[in-house]
């Protein structure tokens, strides 16, 4: 069984930052693409940035610049950095992962179960 932990959501005000992680737990033999979505109330859920593997990084336009997401591929940790929040930033947050399992063929993806973050004006 696999499960992605999140912690670091909260309030903060515009121009403030937060940092998001995400520990991915269980029997686990690789971990693939990682990724940051967040869905905003009466909103789709919309991918802000991934991380490959190998560390290769893209990200949603609205967070260039101001994001940062990265990996720990030893510990199976995701983190997102994010700097000059402003209210549009205001979802909540999931971490999904690619995921190979131990004596499994091929990878499932996996969610967090979310954590909120909110920006006041």
């Known amino acids: 069984q696999v499960q992605l932990v999140e912690s670091g959501g909260g309030l903060v005000q515009a121009g403030g930052s937060l940092d998001l992680s995400c520990v991915v737990n269980g029997a686990i033999l690789r971990v693939y693409t990682m990724g940051w979505y967040r869905q905003a109330p009466g909103h789709q859920r919309e991918l802000v940035a991934q991380?490959?593997?190998?560390?290769?990084?893209s990200y949603q336009d609205s967070v260039k610049g101001r994001f940062t997401i990265s990996r720990d591929n030893v510990q199976n940790i995701l983190y997102l950095r994010m700097n000059s929040l402003k209210p549009e930033d205001t979802a909540v947050y999931y971490c999904?992962?690619?995921?190979?399992?131990?004596?499994?063929?091929?990878?499932?993806?996996?969610w967090g179960q979310g954590t909120q973050v909110t920006v006041s004006s």
């Open positions: 999904s992962a690619d995921v190979q399992e131990l004596d499994h063929e091929g990878y499932r993806t996996y």
């Open positions: 991380i490959t593997r190998g560390l290769v990084t």
